[in-house]
Antibody, heavy 122, light 114 residues
Framework: EVQMVQSGAQVKKPGESLKISCQGS????????IAWVRQMPGKGLEWMGI????????RYGPSFQGQVTISVDKSISTAYLQWNSLRASDTAMYYC???????????????WGQGTLVTVSS | QSVLTQPPSASGTPGQRVTISCSGS????????VYWYQQLPGTAPKPLMY???QRPSGVPDRFSGSKSGTSAALAISGLQFEDEADYYC???????????????FGGGTKLTVL
């Protein structure tokens, strides 16, 4: 059974750093892309970026380029989303999703994690 | 504000047919496949449609997708109470700000079953 399991909820202060994780299981981790999607409270989905676990090829959405870092440790089938300096506006639910397809522009996000709620408040 | 425009809300009664639109441009819908996702209240999104009109396994055939030019639509026939959810279209955009290419989601449509 394919599962994407994310790390637990986090409460941080502005300026702090954070790294959240997403572990895939039940499939060959390096055969599928991993995307991160943000959902701010009461708002819609926003695509943040994507990584190919096989070669660590990455792509970011324009709003997130330079704001976050996506990485992967294929030895433990885990993808990460990292901030160096959080802001209150980073408060949101963050989902990882497995991307099924040959190219990064031709993906079905078929399995999603349960979400990690990040709250940034002083 | 997304480059893909969806109506913020839609509604219908059980058994009715409802259509949700997704309007874009030549750099996204006009040149790439459209995908649809359903997000039930308090849960993670799940796939509903891929490559414009293909249903993943397990998705009822009450759901159908279509595309024409720079617009796409998701139709739900035989509406059921369990269909009450938020629906998002998603497309690869070849030409975003800064010359980047990336996935974009529509703003989402909240479907209410009356």
């Amino acid at each position: 059974e394919v599962q994407m399991v994310q790390s637990g909820a986090q409460v941080k202060k502005p300026g702090e750093s954070l790294k959240i994780s997403c572990q895939g299981s039940g499939y060959i981790f390096t055969n599928y892309w991993i995307a991160w999607v943000r959902q701010m409270p009461g708002k819609g989905l926003e695509w943040m970026g994507i990584i190919n676990p096989d070669d660590s090829e990455m792509r970011y959405g324009p709003s997130f380029q330079g704001q976050v870092t996506i990485s992967v440790d294929k030895s433990i089938s885990t993808a990460y989303l990292q901030w160096n300096s959080l802001r209150a506006s980073d408060t949101a639910m963050y989902y990882c999703a497995r991307g099924e397809g040959t190219f990064d522009w031709l993906l079905l996000y078929d399995y999603w994690g349960q979400g990690t709620l990040v709250t940034v408040s002083s | 504000q997304s480059v893909l425009t969806q109506p913020p809300s839609a509604s219908g009664t059980p058994g009715q047919r409802v259509t949700i639109s997704c309007s874009g441009s030549t750099s996204n819908i006009g040149n790439n496949y459209v995908y649809w996702y359903q997000q039930l209240p308090g849960t993670a999104p799940k796939p509903l449609m891929y490559k414009d009109d293909q249903r993943p396994s397990g998705v009822p055939d009450r759901f159908s997708g279509s595309k024409s030019g720079t617009s796409a639509a998701l139709a739900i026939s035989g509406l059921q109470f369990e269909d009450e959810a938020d629906y998002y279209c998603a497309v690869w955009d070849d030409s975003l700000s800064g010359g980047l290419s990336a996935w974009v989601f529509g703003g989402g449509t909240k479907l209410t079953v009356l």
